[in-house]
């Protein structure tokens, strides 16, 4: 097996952070480190939440800074959701959220994302009518979706928002950005919606998952979890100067989120014609490919022996599917020739 191993597997990206990013690191100071922020004494709870209020237009104490995205959905589903009550959650979606309504003894009940010509989508009518039989404590959308890709529009959201007020609805975006350069008045669905959590982080397109920031924009109505979540010491002062660095920096980030939209298309284009195969669209920074179900194993093998590391789907909807993650160009065209050629010795074979 090849010792040069590319990750395509976990949705991280690969192109790293901005290069102001790694600035911040060069000229940390003692104060970053030692030192608890004193930014509570001004009755906010950083700069970067401050910063964040001010992208969105909406008051700082809407704003809710965690470990990433996965933190402040845990933190969401042990605020909201006590033993025995219901959650929607996708049907095809991020394990995770199983696991944490799990973890407090609550009922998952999964709403449809059906699979489309070229897209899955969720099925606003099927969320309704769910919706009014279970009379869920917490609805969980994901938008775009882990691992299929797909986004809601705004007004399937807006539709849906509107019918399902005397819930908490979370909406979690962290896969925004990638297919979206405007955040599309968010902060305006902030103020029309007190039940809503948009949830986003720094981890996909900002390349920071290994910083561990996150953050949600909270509806008014949410104030349980403001207090359930709040810190009184602070946060991560070095990771929160590299997250606004970041923000800093958006003509890198859009470089690269234009580089994978051009690497989704590729892998439409050559894997999408391959017998038995079909490439979804996606919004987010990977590709769902389903593939013959009967390959699936010899070409995990052939791809791993390359060092060429996929996620093979092995779940009960979708598990003739790889999810591969874009990686910088050059990986994704060593990927997408791999895969053609191991196709093209089996039908020479
Ligand atoms: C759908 C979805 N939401 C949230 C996250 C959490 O990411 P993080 O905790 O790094 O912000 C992930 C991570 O893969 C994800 O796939």
């Known amino acids: ?8 597997d976990r949705n991280e990206n690969q192109y790293g952070p901005a290069p102001a990013c790694f600035e911040v690191l060069r000229n940390a100071e003692i104060q970053h480190m030692s030192f608890y922020s004193r930014d509570f004494v001004r009755g906010v709870k950083s700069t970067l939440s401050e910063r964040i209020a001010e992208v969105f237009d909406i008051p700082e104490n809407f704003v809710l800074l965690g470990y990433g995205g996965e933190d402040i959905l845990k933190q969401t589903v042990h605020c909201y959701l006590a033993e025995g009550e219901k959650i929607m959650i996708p049907s095809h979606s ?4 199983k696991s944490i309504a799990d973890e407090v003894d609550g ?8 699979e489309g010509e070229t897209s899955y989508e969720y099925d606003i009518e099927a969320m309704r009518a769910m919706y009014t039989e279970h009379k869920p404590r917490v609805v969980l959308i994901s938008s ?17 928002l509107d019918f399902m007020s005397d819930t908490v609805v979370v909406l979690d975006e962290a896969y925004w950005s990638f297919a979206n350069a405007t ?3 968010l902060g305006e669905l902030h103020t029309r919606y007190p039940n809503l959590l948009v949830v986003r982080t720094f981890s996909k ?4 998952a290994g910083i561990r920031i996150g953050f949600a924009l909270m509806g008014r109505n949410l104030t349980q979890l403001a207090q359930y979540s709040a810190r009184y010491l602070g946060y991560h002062r070095l990771s929160e100067l590299v997250a606004l660095a970041a923000l800093d920096s958006p003509d890198y980030y859009r470089d690269i989120a234009q580089k994978m939209e051009n690497d989704k298309a590729m892998f439409r284009d050559r894997l999408g014609v391959l017998p038995g195969f ?6 987010a920074n990977f590709v769902l490919v389903k593939i013959p179900e009967e390959i699936k194993a010899t070409l995990k093998e052939a791809l791993t022996a390359q060092g060429l590391i996929v996620k093979f789907m092995n779940e009960d909807l979708l598990h003739s599917h790889l999810r591969i993650t874009l990686g910088t160009q050059e990986q994704n065209r060593l990927l997408a020739d791999a895969i053609v050629s191991f196709m093209e010795q089996k039908a020479g074979a």
């Open 1 to 8: 097996m090849s010792t040069n191993l590319m990750y395509f």
């Open 278 to 283: 079909k490439v979804f669209n996606s919004e």
């Open 144 to 160: 775009p979706n882990n691992p299929t890709g797909n986004s809601m529009s705004r007004e399937d959201l807006e539709a849906l």
């Open 205 to 208: 397109y900002y390349a920071l």
């Open 183 to 185: 955040d599309e008045s």
């Open 94 to 97: 991020w394990w995770y959220y």
């Open 107 to 114: 009922i998952k009940v999964e709403y449809p994302i059906v």
